[in-house]
């Protein structure tokens, strides 16, 4: 299965600022997933990202609030705009297996303060 | 009501006892299922899937689907410590990349040695 290299694992930021997560994965896959977790709720999906185009966002996520790269295949960056604490949680990324199944980064412990 | 549901725990059980999670959904369209385990400050990683009713044995885990019940099991028999964490359900109308993945909340496991 693929690996994952997702950073910073961890970051406090202050209101108003961005944070950019970055994605790497070590080998070239078509499509990239960002997930939010929040404690006590389940994985939801913000977005996914596919290589060349725009990324497709889920109802209640925005470009604006939450703007993707996907330059190749084999990365992404997820930013986090104009935070807020309600945006504190826990951002993961992750690809599609080839047995299906889904590969996670460690994930992006975000505390907005 | 939510697509999947799952007792978030905490649930705790002593080294070597017969562990039962469960999960239920109410869209029975869900046709893949999967459950995930994910330790503290890492990513989630794909136990088990498995597409009919029925069982599906892997080692000391067993994954049961009930589909007329919308009721879907992971059992854990002989549990170590080392299986404490936190176990996601998740199920899918397909098993392509495309297909969007529902993850349940979580149950959080603590086996005490």
């Known amino acids: 299965s693929a690996v994952i290299s997702q950073k910073p694992s961890r970051d406090i930021c202050q209101r108003g600022t961005s944070l950019t997560i970055q994605c790497q994965v070590d080998?070239?896959?078509?499509?990239m997933f960002w997930y939010r977790q929040q404690p006590g709720q389940s994985l939801t999906l913000i977005a996914t990202?596919?290589?060349?185009?725009?990324?497709?966002?889920e109802s209640g996520f925005v470009i604006d609030k939450f703007p993707i790269s996907r330059p190749n295949l084999t990365f992404s960056t997820l930013t986090v705009s104009n935070m807020s604490p309600e945006d504190s949680s826990i951002y993961l990324c992750?690809?599609?297996?080839?047995?299906?199944?889904?590969?996670f980064g460690s994930g992006t412990r975000l505390t907005v303060v | 009501q939510k697509e999947v549901e799952q007792d978030p725990g905490p649930l705790s059980v002593p080294e070597g006892a017969i562990v039962s999670l469960n999960c239920t959904y109410s869209?029975?369209?869900?046709?893949?299922f999967m459950w995930y385990r994910q330790y503290s400050r890492k990513g989630p990683e794909l136990l088990m899937y498995?597409?009919?009713?029925g069982n599906k044995e892997d080692g000391r885990f067993t994954a049961q689907v009930d589909k007329s019940s919308k009721y879907i099991s992971l059992f854990i028999r002989d549990s170590q410590p080392s299986d404490s964490a936190t176990y996601l359900c998740?199920?899918?109308?397909?098993?392509?990349?495309?297909?969007?993945?529902?993850f349940g909340p979580g149950t959080s496991l603590s086996v005490i040695p």
């Open positions: 498995t597409y009919s009713s």
């Open positions: 990202a596919n290589q060349g185009s725009e990324a497709t966002y």
């Open positions: 998740a199920m899918s109308f397909g098993e392509t990349s495309y297909d969007k993945v529902i």
């Open positions: 869209n029975s369209a869900f046709q893949y």
């Open positions: 992750s690809v599609s297996g080839v047995f299906y199944g889904y590969t």
């Open positions: 080998s070239q896959v078509t499509m």
